[in-house]
């Protein structure tokens, strides 16, 4: 991050702390269950509610699987979202049923149903205390939603977060609190599966208020159970779709497609996101989805036929294209990365290797996805995601080499083509056979800049740190930044300055998560406390502007499992409290310490840079490949005088 102020406008997206574990090694030297039977709880009056036997058919019914989880124990964003319903309410042609629970909070931990009028919510019934990610609660809410509120057209969506095509558990879609679960894409199918045909139903939509669940691999899944698909490749912001006014699109015309729903969903997103970055959704024919898969798994076929003649000649153009494209669930705070890859971007990226089959995947996917909206920030976004290896691959730490294989174990259950999985595999074993880092030659300090080439046929990125040299062999990483240009021969160019950020006059840390190769946005991550619960600020720099000022995106809270945080905006009146990374260069074992006093946000902080506080500081340059392997340039020491730092600081 270069020497420059801005405002970081609250917004939302989504954020993570980077873990440098694997940079600095090179110093010195749930539960789910697959029950498919119906649950035995039956469904009782609450209070005078609404009957919950059969009414009178209407024009559109429309079922909402709201899984609770932090988003409304620690937001209310559920909440906030059945008051966006009860804004349109159920109408003779329109009924709105909500199956609520999930989360560890007042009225949250047990599954109630509700029927949403315009007074707001009208419990129908309390089932107790059933988990959300069982695909024997899911099946039933759909069998009986259809059947007790019968339509010529059902809408079901599936409402809390979302991780993309797989995760070391299988568990792709929500977090119950109160049950420590979630579903994975088989449980989802089979619930679907049985629901639809104890009903002989089929969903108009079926949509995901979730993050990164517009997958090649979820549109397949789908197929067999709705007309169209509406979720988002990139994570969404805690608020999610905008319910009163896309309800309203169906209360107005009753007799609306699944199509033209689709598009009100996407189109009032948009509309109720302005100004905020990070935001993609659309909307898919699944019609067309067995033509696309077919595309895609002709493509697999013919790379995977290269991979056995020539293994890692085969795998260095894709891994390339790979990290050129638009990657989406990018979570370093957990070190958890959801290698969600935009699924056009990569044919555009692999057309010199592969033209035929890249230029049909291209074909065939133009037709299946028929909307899509996305912030100027996501002119990569095309609708469908696929999942493919990158971050998550590393030949030297066995512990990641663990993690993926589980991933691609569960990958294996969700109907990727069957060449693709293969292809992946051998993708994977051979990136692990290239142990070899990067490699700086020529590094020279020349006064304030050092310059460098680094050699090595499939980098992938070149960074900066900047350390604070601390008792015991220890070092306060105050910032992970960008080189200050990067040629076409991999030379290296980076100034000496000793500055650092702050946020309302407090130090805090940024580390460079990464960086999008087309737009040449910059993001990083400044991990924190957030009212007492660890935090991630994520904040933009867009690399080709003349005057770059950075842009907050998002605040992101931890959460278990591997499912990506939704983005929250700073609320005043919160606590923060700055974290930075304290690595042992000995050992690299490595902390997140808190620096620096904690302090209220007052809701007008900007960012800023500013002169680094007397000390001895570190700064070196590093590289990483497409296998993991990480080097690490000469050490420069730069010492910060008392006269030099700057007085104002909070610390």
């Known amino acids: ?133 069982l695909t024997s609660t899911l099946q039933d809410f759909v069998t009986w939603g259809i059947q007790t509120y019968p339509a010529d057209k059902y809408t079901l969506v599936m409402w809390d977060h979302g991780a993309g095509a797989t995760t070391r558990d299988g568990i792709v879609f929500g977090n119950d609190e109160v049950h420590s679960d979630g579903l994975s894409l088989t449980e989802i199918d089979q619930a679907l599966k049985n629901s639809l045909a104890a009903t002989g139903k089929q969903l108009e939509v079926l949509g995901f208020d979730a993050c990164l669940m517009a997958t090649l691999e979820v549109a397949n899944m789908a197929k067999s159970h709705a007309k169209y698909l509406v979720a988002s490749e990139e994570i969404e912001p805690g608020t999610g779709w905008d319910y009163s006014e896309w309800l309203k699109s169906i209360q107005q015309n009753p007799a609306i497609t699944g199509d033209a729903v689709g598009k009100s969903i996407a189109d009032s997103y948009l509309a109720s996101t302005q100004g905020q970055s990070g935001i993609t959704l659309s909307v898919t024919d699944l019609g067309k989805v067995a033509a696309l898969q077919d595309a895609f798994g002709a493509f697999a076929s013919k790379a995977q036929a290269n991979m056995a003649n020539d293994a890692t000649t085969t795998r260095l153009p894709l891994a390339k294209a790979r990290n050129l494209s638009a990657s989406y669930g990018k979570d370093a705070a957990q070190d958890n990365y959801t290698d969600m890859v935009d699924l056009k971007h990569l044919m555009q990226n692999l057309t010199g290797a592969y033209p035929t089959e890249s230029a049909n995947v291209i074909s065939q996917l133009g037709q299946a996805v028929v909307h899509k909206i996305a912030s100027p920030d996501q002119s990569n976004a095309n609708g469908l995601t696929v999942y493919m290896p990158h971050k998550q691959i590393n030949s030297s730490d066995a512990s990641k080499q663990t993690a993926l294989k589980d991933r691609l174990f569960y990958y294996t259950l969700s109907n990727a083509p069957a060449s693709w999985l293969k292809l992946l595999q051998g993708y994977v074993q051979d990136a692990y056979t290239d142990t070899l880092p990067p490699v700086f030659q020529n590094e020279t300090r020349n006064g304030d800049t050092i310059t460098a080439t680094v050699s090595d046929g499939d980098l992938a990125w070149v960074f900066v740190i900047t350390g604070e040299l601390l008792a015991d062999n220890r070092m306060r990483v105050w910032m992970q930044d960008s080189p200050d240009n990067t040629g076409d021969a991999n030379n290296i160019t980076y100034g000496l300055e000793p500055t650092a950020v702050a946020l309302g006059g407090h130090p805090v840390a940024p580390y460079l998560e990464d960086i999008e190769p087309v737009s040449q946005t910059e993001y990083y991550d400044i991990p924190i406390t957030y009212n007492g619960e660890k935090a991630t600020m994520k904040v933009s720099l867009s690399r080709l502007s003349a005057v770059p000022e950075p842009k907050f995106e998002g605040l992101f809270l931890d959460t278990e499992g591997e499912s990506a945080p939704r983005a929250e905006p700073l609320e005043a009146g919160a606590v923060i409290q700055p974290l930075f990374q304290v690595v042992n260069i000995l050992d690299a074992s490595e902390t997140l310490e808190p620096y620096g006093s904690s302090f209220v946000v007052a809701g007008n902080e900007t960012f800023s840079s500013y002169d680094l506080p007397q000390g001895n500081y570190a700064v070196m340059m590093g590289a990483a490949d497409f296998s993991g392997n990480v080097d690490l340039g000469k050490l420069y020491t730069v010492s910060v005088p008392a006269a030099s730092s700057t007085d104002k600081l909070s610390r």
Request: net charge negative; proline share 2%; with cysteine.
């Open 1 to 133: 991050m270069k020497r420059h102020a801005g405002i970081f406008q609250n917004m939302g997206m989504r954020l993570t702390a980077l873990c440098l574990a694997v940079i600095m090694a090179g110093c010195g030297g749930g539960g789910s269950d697959a029950t498919t039977g119906n649950p035995t709880t039956t469904p009782t009056t609450n209070n005078g509610g609404s009957n919950t036997g059969s009414s009178a058919a209407a024009k559109h019914t429309v079922l909402v699987y709201v899984v609770g989880s932090d988003l409304e124990s620690n937001g209310e964003n559920a909440t906030k979202d059945l008051a966006e319903m009860a804004q349109v309410g159920s109408s003779d042609n329109l009924k709105i049923v909500v199956e609520t629970g999930g989360a560890d909070a007042d009225g949250w931990r047990t599954v109630q149903r509700h029927l949403v009028q315009q007074d707001g919510p009208h419990t129908l019934a309390d089932l107790g205390s059933l988990n959300m990610g």
